[in-house]
């Protein structure tokens, strides 16, 4: 019996990728962590990231309880309830690359 496969939707390197699985989760891997979201909460999280990015000033928005926040050193850092995650300009270009 084989494992589920995994769509790699970005990929920096083996430490840190996006998946999706045939089961509509996302997998956000960063290194030993994985947060996992259903397609809706992943696109509703990468719409804030796009926005918070396109603002080009410091900037905070909030969906429900998802909210990311937006600086000159950090391209996005988000929070669900008391987990945060940031991601630096040069490491989201990475993660922007095919």
């Known amino acids: ?4 496969r995994f769509t790699i939707l970005a990929r920096i390197d083996d430490l840190h990728f996006i998946a999706a699985c045939p089961h509509g989760v996302a997998h956000l891997t960063w290194e030993n962590a994985t947060l996992r979201f259903t ?3 992943f696109k509703a ?3 804030l990231m796009e ?3 396109a603002a080009r000033a410091p900037v905070m928005l909030t969906d429900g309880s998802l909210s990311v926040r ?3 050193s950090i391209a996005a850092s988000s929070s669900l309830g008391r987990l945060r995650c940031a991601c ?3 490491t989201f270009a990475d993660l922007q690359q095919p």
């Open 51 to 53: 926005r918070t990015i």
């Open 88 to 90: 630096r300009q040069t």
């Open 1 to 4: 019996m084989s494992g589920p």
């Open 39 to 41: 397609l809706d909460e």
């Open 70 to 72: 937006g600086s000159r």
């Open 45 to 47: 999280l990468a719409y």
